[in-house]
Structure formats: structure tokens, C-alpha cells
């Protein structure tokens, strides 16, 4: 099955400053890559996610690219602020299954 | 949007008890649900997928015998641990993907249920 790593596994940042999360897939056949927040003890929630057809995606804050030729694609939060603290997740699919990868907590500094 | 519905959020069960886990798909229909279980601190593992009306698939080293998932309408999946050890304690959390003519094309999770066994 896929394989999904992802780094760092902690992440401390001043607010203001930007967090960049890296996520490496096995599997050329996966072809959507979402990302999930987790707060403690609730339901990941997606905050963006990407295409293999597409190299990039905004949405204000948030960014993720995707290389496809390396597999492997990264979250960008920029302007960090005390709320994006939280678990960040991303996930490979091929169809219907999602594959996750370490988590990544991100600790934002006020 | 779509709203995954999941219950209990929190059980406490005696080790050998079995406890099941009920996941809704309130406002669409779910043809596929997922299993994931989740360690402190750790990533979501997806346990199994959830066909309605099929039997689940199983991820390797999940035991079947063990985790019984039923998914009997297209509402409706449910996971039941039987015969819980203290070692099958952990969270559990549900997620369903809308069909294909829904807007969102992403999975929406439940609330997830914090199993205790003591």
C-alpha cells in the first residue's frame, strides 16, 4: 500500500513568521493529497488540499505544492497566528482510501 | 455541508465486553465509509473500508474477527470491538465521502469515540 511520511513531527514558530510541513508518498498512483488540522481531542478537519494535475493551490494563508515527479508535496502556512496551533495531517489517496502521514505539531509562539 | 455523525464520543467498557460504534452520514448518502484509529498523539491509521451492503476490506494486521464493521444502509456504518482489552483502547473515528455529484470532494470525519477498557 502507499506510504506516506512527514516532517518535522514538532514545529514551534513565532507568530507572525511562516511553517512550512513536508510529506513524502510512495505511490505514483495517488493522485489527491489533502490536508487535515487536528485540535486536541476533535475531528481533523480539511483545510486544503491538491490535485495531481495541478503544482499549486492557495487559499489566503495557506498554500500547498505538489511535485509529482519526486513525490512529495508541503504545506505553507505564512503570517502564523496562536490559533493555526494545532495537529496538521496530510494524507495521499488513490481513489477512495486515504493513506496519513505522521502528524506534525505546530506550536505558534504569541 | 456534509456532517458525518458518530456515537458514542466517549465509552468505558470492562475487558472482554464488546462496544459498538455507530457512524451517520446525516445529510447525504454514504456508499463507502472509513475505520481509522488513532494513538495519542499519533496519525489516523485507517483500519477499514466500509462498502454498503458488502463486506468490509480490511487493512493488513487489522483482524477482522475483531473489529466486525457492518455498513447495512448507505447511512449507516457501524464498527464493533469485541472482546475489548485494555490494549484496544484507543480513539476511533469515522469518516464518509459524499457521491460523486456532491460539491466537496473531500472526506468528512466524525467526531470520533474515545474507547476506555479497563
Known amino acids: 500500500g502507499e506510504n506516506v511520511e ?3 513531527s514538532t514545529l514551534s ?13 510512495s505511490d505514483s498512483a495517488s493522485n489527491y493529497f489533502p490536508w487535515y ?23 489566503q494563508r495557506i498554500a500547498v505544492t505538489l511535485n509529482k515527479t519526486a513525490k512529495h508535496f508541503s504545506l505553507h502556512i505564512t503570517e502564523t497566528q496562536p490559533e493555526d496551533s494545532a495537529v496538521y495531517f496530510c494524507a495521499a489517496s488513490m481513489g477512495n482510501q486515504f493513506y496519513f502521514g505522521t502528524g506534525t505539531s505546530l506550536t505558534v509562539i504569541p | 455541508g456534509a456532517v458525518v455523525s458518530q456515537h458514542p ?26 475505520w481509522y484509529r488513532q494513538f495519542p498523539k499519533k496519525s489516523l491509521m485507517l483500519m477499514a473500508t466500509s462498502n454498503e451492503g458488502s463486506k468490509a476490506t480490511y487493512e493488513q494486521g487489522v483482524e477482522k474477527d475483531k473489529f466486525l464493521i457492518n455498513h447495512a444502509s448507505l447511512t449507516l456504518s457501524t464498527l464493533t470491538v469485541t472482546s475489548a482489552h485494555p490494549e484496544d483502547s484507543s480513539f476511533y473515528i469515522c469518516s464518509a465521502r459524499a457521491r460523486p455529484t456532491e460539491r466537496t470532494y473531500g472526506y468528512t470525519f466524525g467526531s470520533g469515540t474515545r474507547l476506555t477498557v479497563v
Open chain 1, 6 to 8: 512527514q516532517h518535522p
Open chain 2, 9 to 34: 464520543s466517549r465509552v468505558i467498557c470492562k475487558s472482554g465486553t464488546s462496544v459498538k460504534i455507530e457512524c451517520r452520514s446525516l445529510d447525504f448518502q454514504a456508499t463507502t465509509m472509513f
Open chain 1, 13 to 25: 514558530v513565532q507568530e507572525g513568521d511562516s511553517a512550512v510541513i513536508k510529506c513524502t508518498y
Open chain 1, 37 to 59: 488540522k487536528q485540535e486536541l481531542g476533535k475531528r481533523p478537519q480539511l483545510i486544503i488540499d491538491i490535485r495531481s494535475n495541478v503544482g499549486e493551490k492557495k487559499d
